[in-house]
């Protein structure tokens, strides 16, 4: 079956494999899941504040507020079949592949630090995307394949949320594009040499 990824940008493919790897662990794949739809939520929320101007105007807290709500209700999704499954939440999570991306935010920049920070959320919610869909395609588990294949038909997009956003930052229209095409080898190379595991975001073993 052909990938329904393949108009997204990024430029490291996840192959097939990497979705048998980490169904061996179904359970802490979803706690790794769920963990991410927490982040993502928090995160829309805390961008909502971020306007560089005092009142941030009403396209901006639409939108954000938006895709909290969306990754909220996927947190409650996955955590519910988590727990139906008989795994639970984990208290802490690290993930190593959005720590290096945030690693590349360049701070105390004013507009440029949050021009990297909304493609840096775009850059996430695109490899999200693209992992349901391998996920879909290759999982033997019908109800975790529904699961994926849902999330794949809801995520799908968001990214360009984060960048249409990033458009309209007072003086950034025009270095958007330049900037973008770093990030998007920039995250081809971290997501390409993650360590193997079971992870939304992990490599593939060797």
């Known amino acids: 079956m052909a990938s329904r990824s393949a108009d997204l940008p990024l430029r490291y493919q996840t192959p097939d494999a990497w979705a048998e790897q980490v169904l061996r662990d179904p359970l802490a794949l979803l706690n790794d899941h769920a963990h991410l739809e927490k982040k993502a939520a928090a995160n829309a929320l805390e961008l909502l504040n971020r306007w560089p101007e005092p009142n941030p105007p009403e396209y901006w807290v639409e939108k954000m507020s938006a895709i909290a709500r969306d990754e909220v209700d996927h947190l409650a ?51 999200s995307c693209e992992r349901f869909e391998v996920l879909s395609r290759n999982c033997p588990d019908e109800e975790l394949r529904r699961l994926y294949d849902d999330l794949w038909a809801s995520e799908n997009g968001h990214y360009r949320i984060f960048i249409d956003l990033a458009r309209q930052l007072p003086g950034a229209a025009e270095a958007v594009e330049a900037r973008w095409n770093e990030m998007l080898d920039a995250e081809a190379e971290i997501i390409a040499n993650q360590a193997a595991g079971p992870r939304m975001h992990s490599g593939v073993e060797e």
């Not at 720590?99 to 021009?115: I, M, N, P």
């Open 77 to 127: 999704v996955v955590t519910r079949l988590l727990a139906r499954r008989g795994g639970r939440l984990a208290k802490h999570h690290r993930n190593q592949y959005a720590s290096q991306l945030r690693a590349l935010v360049r701070h105390g920049k004013g507009t440029d630090e949050l021009l990297d920070r909304l493609m840096i959320s775009a850059l996430i919610e695109a490899r």
